[in-house]
């Protein structure tokens, strides 16, 4: 063990050195995170574990050999320990983009290539790379994210806080980070986050269907969540499209800001006029009060603006989630654009 962390510690500072001061930042503290991980499986068999840890751990231990097993995910150490950190969240992640345009800003980074987000332990890092956005005039948005994959790179942890979600909404994140350290093609953002939302969203629902019924009160509250999910997916997509529309016409710049703003602005009256109508759960209950611009909206679309494609492959391999994470692989090894690729080599 303590070898492995004198190899960590050199890795992070060699990357440091090579990168600059915001790698020194974060890798501080995802190495601190690292040092105090636990293996689940000595947690579980230790009597002094608080007996809540204990269950959720077992179900993560189940969780990950069911992303293996069942739907065809890389086994790797990932998830296999845990860390206990004093917040509900991990990261607070900064987007950007242009204000009247749909032209999104992107990071870049060693080894993962351009990304349209860039992640900070501490909000108030975050805060101060947001103002210098929004001091160039972008939309920006501070999102918090309860998980991230370091693509095998490092030993990725389960955190205390996840000890508070529901089968489904673990099952699923779980199953989404280890997509990436499956599924991984540098500066394709969009496909990377497309396919782990999709192959989470399903691996989620057949999880809690495998572990609990599909009779179960887990199951039924997933159809449902799910159900939400999809509901809110049509309503920003929607928006997108009204908003793109705008911004491919002559106006000018500040004419296209205030039309943006009155577009959003009967978004967030539509949501809270028609919220019970809407969605079956509360899930999304802050939607109308949230920080909707640009940079809110890109973001979303980068994880779900073209699913159906994936459903389309899923559809054609008789729903079978393995031969269809196999088939998504094989584009791995196609240069050029994954999504043009599937579109050529695996649906005609």
């Keep these: 063990m303590q070898d492995k962390r004198v190899r960590l510690i050199g890795c992070c500072l060699c990357i440091s050195f090579i990168c600059g001061c915001y ?6 503290v995802l190495l601190k995170y690292h040092c105090s991980a636990q293996s689940n499986k000595s947690m579980i068999a230790d009597s002094s574990t608080p007996q809540d840890i204990r269950e959720f751990l077992m179900n993560v231990e189940n969780i990950r050999r069911f992303a293996v097993e069942k739907v065809g995910l890389k086994k790797n150490k990932n998830f296999s320990c845990f860390v206990k950190i004093n917040r509900d ?3 607070d992640n900064v ?21 349209p987000y860039k992640g900070f332990f501490s909000r108030n890092d975050a805060e101060k790379e947001a103002d210098k ?7 920006v948005f501070i999102g918090d994210v309860n998980g991230f994959s370091t693509l095998g790179i490092l030993r990725d942890p389960v955190y205390s806080f996840m000890k508070n979600y529901g089968p489904y909404s673990l099952s699923s994140l779980i199953c989404h980070e280890l997509t990436h350290s499956t599924i991984f093609i540098k500066n394709q953002s969009q496909f990377n986050e497309e396919v782990a939302t999709f192959v989470g969203n399903e691996a989620g629902l057949r999880y809690v269907a495998d572990r609990y019924g599909t009779g179960s009160e887990a199951y039924k509250k ?17 928006l997108h499209r009204k908003l793109d529309s705008l ?10 800001i205030i039309s ?4 959003i602005e009967n978004f967030k009256q539509n949501i809270t006029n028609n919220y019970d109508s809407l969605f079956k759960t509360k899930a999304y209950g802050g939607l109308s009060r949230a920080t909707i611009n640009n940079a809110t909206i890109l973001i979303h679309m980068t994880y779900t603006s073209d699913l159906n494609i994936y459903y389309e492959l899923y559809n054609r391999l008789g729903n079978d989630l393995k031969r269809t994470i196999a088939a998504l692989g094989e584009l791995q090894k196609i ?8 579109r050529e080599k695996l649906l005609n």
């Excluded at 983009?97 to 351009?114: I, K």
């Excluded at 956005?133 to 939309?139: I, N, P």
């Excluded at 997933?222 to 929607?238: G, H, V």
């Design 89 to 91: 969240y991990l990261v």
């Design 260 to 263: 943006k703003n009155k577009i």
């Design 23 to 28: 790698y020194l930042q974060q890798g501080s």
């Design 133 to 139: 956005l929004r001091e160039k005039g972008y939309d």
């Design 335 to 342: 240069k050029g654009d994954p999504k043009k690729n599937l």
């Design 95 to 115: 987007y950007a983009a242009r204000a009247d345009t749909f032209a999104q800003y992107f990071w870049h980074y060693p080894f993962f290539g351009s990304m």
């Design 247 to 256: 911004y491919t016409g002559e106006k000018s710049r500040a004419a296209r």
């Design 222 to 238: 997933a159809l449902l969540l799910i159900e939400d999910t999809r509901t809110y997916y049509r309503l920003m997509a929607d």
